[in-house]
C-alpha cells in the first residue's frame, strides 16, 4: 500500500469516527433536549404521603392565614346572598336568624359545608377550611 492510500484510509477512519461520535453525541443531546420537553411541570402531593417531602401546606396558610368571615362572605357568597338568589337566606334580613331558630346552627354548618338545594358544597368557597365557613355563617348572622 502506497503512502497515499495509507493517509486516505487513515483519513476516511478519523472521518467515520468522528461521524460516529458526532452522531452519538446529538442522539444523547435529542435525548436529552426530548426528557426536559416533556417532563412534568409539576406534581400533586396528596396529604399524608411521605414521597412530596413534607412540602403540603394549607391554602389558607398559603395566603397568610385564616380569613375572616366578611372577607369570605364578601368574596365568594355574596352574589348569592345578597340578592337571594334561588331561595339563598338574604344577608342583612331576618332570613339567617330565622333558619338559625329553626334548624340551628349545626345543621347551618352542615348544609354550608355539604351544600344544601341550590347550594354547591362551600358555596363557591371551595378552598375554605371548615373554621372559615362557620365564620362566615357567623359574619352573616350578625348582619341579619
Given amino acids: 500500500?502506497?503512502?497515499?492510500?495509507?493517509?486516505?484510509?487513515?483519513?476516511?477512519?478519523?472521518?467515520?469516527?468522528?461521524?460516529?461520535?458526532?452522531?452519538?453525541?446529538?442522539?444523547?443531546?435529542?435525548?436529552?433536549?426530548?426528557?426536559?420537553?416533556?417532563?412534568p411541570v409539576g406534581n400533586v402531593c396528596v396529604e399524608g404521603d411521605d414521597s412530596c417531602g413534607g412540602a403540603s401546606a394549607a391554602p389558607a396558610a398559603a395566603s397568610g392565614g385564616a380569613r375572616t368571615?366578611?372577607?369570605?362572605?364578601?368574596?365568594?357568597?355574596?352574589?348569592?346572598?345578597?340578592?337571594?338568589?334561588?331561595?339563598?337566606?338574604?344577608?342583612?334580613?331576618?332570613?339567617?336568624?330565622?333558619?338559625?331558630?329553626?334548624?340551628?346552627m349545626e345543621t347551618l354548618l352542615t348544609h354550608a359545608i355539604n351544600g344544601f338545594n341550590a347550594m354547591p358544597p362551600k358555596g363557591t368557597c371551595a378552598d375554605c377550611s371548615d373554621d372559615e365557613i362557620k365564620a362566615t355563617i357567623e359574619y352573616m348572622l350578625e348582619g341579619s
Avoid: W
Fill in 69 to 104: 368571615g366578611e372577607s369570605i362572605y364578601n368574596g365568594k357568597c355574596a352574589a348569592c346572598h345578597g340578592s337571594g338568589v334561588l331561595g339563598a337566606p338574604k344577608f342583612g334580613t331576618n332570613e339567617m336568624t330565622a333558619r338559625l331558630e329553626e334548624k340551628g
Fill in 1 to 39: 500500500m502506497n503512502k497515499f492510500a495509507a493517509k486516505a484510509v487513515k483519513a476516511l477512519a478519523a472521518l467515520g469516527l468522528g461521524v460516529a461520535l458526532a452522531s452519538s453525541v446529538q442522539a444523547a443531546t435529542s435525548d436529552e433536549a426530548i426528557i426536559e420537553r416533556i417532563k
